[in-house]
Nanobody, 115 residues
Framework: QVQLVESGGGLVQAGGSLRLSCAAS????????VGWYRQCPEKQRELVAG???????TYADSVKGRFAFSTDNAKNMVFLQMNSLKPEDSAVYYC?????????WGQGTQVTVSS
């Protein structure tokens, strides 16, 4: 059973930065995609950034040039560096792993950007 634990969320002023971390444990059999998603109240969860097993990194248009996705495979960690944050980036951010064994989600970490 894969477990994902996010950390690093918080309250920040517009223009500030945060770095989200996701620690994976329990084994990750044949991972197809690893990514960060976010969800605002009354909105659908959306992909922010992620990487496929082919090595291709994808970013939402709204975060290109401001957010950076990275991984530390040796430590089973996933990161999201968020710079130049805007109030519209406020959401609960989730770490996600899609694998041959199923889809796994973390519990989420709240990011709030004040104007």
């Amino acid at each position: 059973q894969v477990q994902l634990v996010e950390s690093g969320g918080g309250l920040v002023q517009a223009g500030g930065s945060l770095r989200l971390s996701c620690a994976a444990s329990g084994g990750t059999p044949y991972v197809k995609f690893v990514g960060w998603y976010r969800q605002c109240p009354e909105k659908q969860r959306e992909l922010v950034a992620g990487i496929s097993n082919s090595g291709r990194t994808t970013y939402a248009d709204s975060v290109k040039g401001r957010f950076a996705f990275s991984t530390d495979n040796a430590k089973n960690m996933v990161f999201l560096q968020m710079n130049s944050l805007k109030p519209e980036d406020s959401a609960v951010y989730y770490c996600h792993v899609a694998s041959a064994a199923g889809d796994y989600w973390g519990q989420g970490t709240q990011v709030t950007v004040s104007s």
